[in-house]
């Protein structure tokens, strides 16, 4: 079993700052790409930004210039610092990892965590 578990959410200001971090715990042999998607009130599940295993970044151009992902490989942990935040960047934050386990090193499988709700609000 593979589970990812994300932390960091919370109520912030506009203009300040979060910083998330997504652990993925379990049977795990390898992680390849792993990402942050997050989904606002009666809105569709959006990208945010995503890291491949080499360190390769891609991002939402609603959030170039502000948001950094990183991650820690020996950890298997992914992070999302948010900076200048905005009252639209309000929305529940889920981490995304494409895994294989010690089971099946050789089939790759996509997993969600729950999510971490962030508030930027006045």
């Known amino acids: 079993q593979v589970q990812l578990v994300e932390s960091g959410g919370g109520l912030v200001q506009p203009g300040g700052s979060l910083r998330l971090s997504c652990a993925a715990s379990g049977s795990i042999f390898s992680i390849n790409f792993m990402g942050w998607y997050r989904q606002a009130p009666e809105k569709e599940r959006e990208l945010v930004a995503t890291?491949?295993?080499?360190?390769?970044?891609t991002y939402a151009d609603s959030v170039k210039g502000r948001f950094t992902i990183s991650r820690d490989n020996a950890k298997n942990r992914v992070y999302l610092q948010m900076n200048s935040l905005k009252p639209e960047d309000t929305a529940v934050y889920y981490c995304?990892?494409?895994?294989?386990?010690?089971?099946?090193?050789?089939?790759?499988?996509?997993?969600w965590g729950k999510g971490t709700l962030v508030t930027v609000s006045s």
């Open positions: 890291i491949t295993s080499g360190g390769t970044t």
């Open positions: 995304n990892a494409d895994i294989a386990t010690i089971f099946r090193p050789s089939d790759v499988m996509n997993y």
